[in-house]
């Protein structure tokens, strides 16, 4: 009798913490997985040793470490969720500054000119822009705007100059004679 209880008193004192150990293995890897029936056959094939340790209070520790496990990945998986929009946000705004800032302005205001001066500023309707120099092209430009007459077909320019900042102008003239 004393030995049995003695090997009883042993077999509690390993298989319970063993028991728990694996019930913990278990839940956590099930945890990362789907639970839909998973659980239960493992639930199952732990349930011998679980009921030789101690049948009432094992499923105690049961609801404890689960929600604890699911919350943790909720919140790794939110966490990174949250650095991932930012940064893609953040990324977003960069490019848009940088293309803003890099796409050529002038490229955009001479799309409205091409018609008249050509693909490559080499003139048409127009006379050839891309062999002058930006200062000279603003320079015009403002007279266009101010109102004077130059050549013949002033009449023709001077709207297009009109709606340009000096912004635009330096941007385009600038522009325009990398085009040849
Ligand atoms: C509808 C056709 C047309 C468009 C569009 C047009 N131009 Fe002109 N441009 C002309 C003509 C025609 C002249 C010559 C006008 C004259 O006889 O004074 C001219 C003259 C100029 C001149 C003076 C060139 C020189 O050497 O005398 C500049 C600079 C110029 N344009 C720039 C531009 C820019 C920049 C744009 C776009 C914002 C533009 N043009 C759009 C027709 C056009």
Redesign the pocket.
């Known amino acids: 009798m004393k030995n049995q209880a003695t090997n009883q008193t042993k077999f509690h004192a390993v298989a319970k913490p063993l028991a728990l150990t694996m019930l913990f293995s278990a839940m956590f890897a099930l945890s990362a997985c789907s639970n839909d029936e998973a659980p239960q056959s493992t639930a199952e094939t732990e349930k011998p040793a679980a009921q030789n340790a101690m049948d009432v209070k094992q499923p105690e520790p049961k609801p404890a470490p689960q929600p604890t496990l699911q919350q943790q990945t909720e919140d790794t998986a939110a966490k990174a969720a949250e650095t991932i929009s930012t940064a893609k946000e953040e990324v977003k705004q960069e490019v848009e500054k940088q293309v803003a800032e890099a796409a050529p302005a002038g490229a955009t205001?001479?799309a409205?000119?091409?018609?008249?001066?050509g693909a490559k500023g080499e003139g048409g309707?127009?006379?050839?822009?891309s062999s002058?120099t930006p200062a000279?092209?603003v320079a015009?430009?403002k007279k266009?705007k101010a109102g004077e007459?130059?050549?013949?077909?002033?009449g023709?320019?001077a709207p297009?100059?009109a709606?340009?900042s000096e912004e635009?102008?330096q941007a385009?003239?600038e522009y325009?004679v990398t085009l040849k």
């Open positions: 205001v001479y409205t000119c091409v018609g008249c001066h309707m127009g006379p050839n822009l002058q000279d092209i015009k430009l266009y007459q130059m050549g013949p077909m002033t023709v320019m297009m100059a709606g340009l635009d102008m385009v003239a325009v």
